[in-house]
């Protein structure tokens, strides 16, 4: 017959079996878990980049920030954009371009671009728009802003749900310093200014974008050259 020493001992070697055997269990259902809320992560450092494009230099005269041109110019263009928008893309590639020419480089006009995606619920053009806003840290949130363009269907038409990959390849080929780039990313450090300027657009009564205050006068949509010109020149003195 087993002493009590012995009944004491197998009782003991019981539960430290059962805790043996919990602990393991627990451990096993918090690597399922990890893995779980690792593996998109996983999946997107693996998946390649597709070939993207790099778009020539424009010339942004007197560039500080998302704005360019004198801050002293007789007349102010604040543009409303969501690099998620078509329309956006093809003013920024055609108007824009002339603009800058015509009116930024002889000092006439300051333009200043503020990104508002949020306003047609684009997660995704909310998070490009924070990293513009990285970029131009470095002063570099034309050629940013450029290159998000020249890659739009890419980042926001072809079906992806994740972009910062794309977003940190950019900084690198542009000539960023990645890793103050990433960490400003990664630690969303502009997000409260990109929530500053859909504020601000809807206070000035913007609901889509593209949309311009042109010295404190709304003008929506991409429209004809033309429209534009007019008012600058209304309002130049």
């Known amino acids: ?72 110019a007789p007349v102010t263009i604040i543009e409303f954009t969501s690099f998620g928008c078509g329309h956006c893309g093809d003013f920024a590639q055609g108007t824009g371009e002339r603009l800058t020419e015509e009116y930024v480089s002889n000092g006439q006009v300051y333009f200043v671009a503020r990104g508002v995606g949020s ?6 053009t909310q ?8 970029a131009a840290d470095q002063n570099k ?15 926001f038409f072809s079906g992806l749900t994740h972009i910062d990959n794309y977003l940190n390849a950019f900084a690198e080929a542009l000539g960023l310093d990645t890793d103050t780039f990433s960490e400003c990313l990664d630690n969303h450090v502009h997000q409260d200014q990109v929530k500053k300027d859909e ?22 949509g991409n429209q004809p050259y033309r429209d534009f010109q007019a008012m600058i020149e209304e309002a130049l003195p």
């Open 141 to 155: 949130y034309w050629e940013y802003h450029d290159i998000i363009f020249a890659n739009q269907s890419l980042l």
């Open 1 to 72: 017959m087993p002493s009590r020493e012995d009944i004491r001992a197998r009782r003991r070697k019981k539960k430290q079996q059962q805790r043996l055997t919990m602990i393991l269990i627990s451990a096993g259902v918090a690597l399922i878990a990890f893995a779980i809320i690792m593996l998109p992560s996983i999946q997107r450092a693996l998946t390649p980049l597709q070939e993207f494009t790099i778009p020539a230099p424009n010339p942004r005269p007197m560039a500080d920030g998302n704005a360019m041109g004198d801050p002293e």
């Open 199 to 220: 504020r601000d657009a809807r206070a000035a009564g913007v609901s889509g974008t593209p949309s311009f205050l042109i010295n404190g006068i709304l003008l929506e």
């Open 127 to 134: 998070r490009a728009e924070e990293a513009a806003y990285c």
């Open 119 to 124: 306003l047609i619920g684009n997660s995704l």
